[in-house]
């Protein structure tokens, strides 16, 4: 899936990937998708909650070994 930006939060534990994921979205345009890689296992249920409750829409998850990947368009 193409992305606009790429966020890397791998080895960061909760709450830093979602706290790394919404200064990134703050530099995105409304409609433009973050791809986020992360490691935390905790990153799936606080991605999924944190995009919901900002109005933004996760589009996609994947498990690729170790890293979970996302990608969430800004809404």
Request: net charge neutral; with cysteine; charged share 30%.
């Amino acid at each position: 899936m193409k992305s606009d930006k790429v966020l890397d939060a791998k080895g960061l534990a909760c709450p830093m990937p979602i706290v790394r994921t919404k200064k990134a979205m703050n530099e995105l345009e409304s409609g433009q998708i973050l791809e986020v890689h992360a490691t935390d296992k905790g990153a799936k249920n606080d991605l999924a909650a944190w995009s919901k409750s900002g109005g933004h829409d996760l589009l996609e998850q994947t498990d690729e070994g170790d890293v979970l990947k996302f990608w969430i368009k800004k809404g």
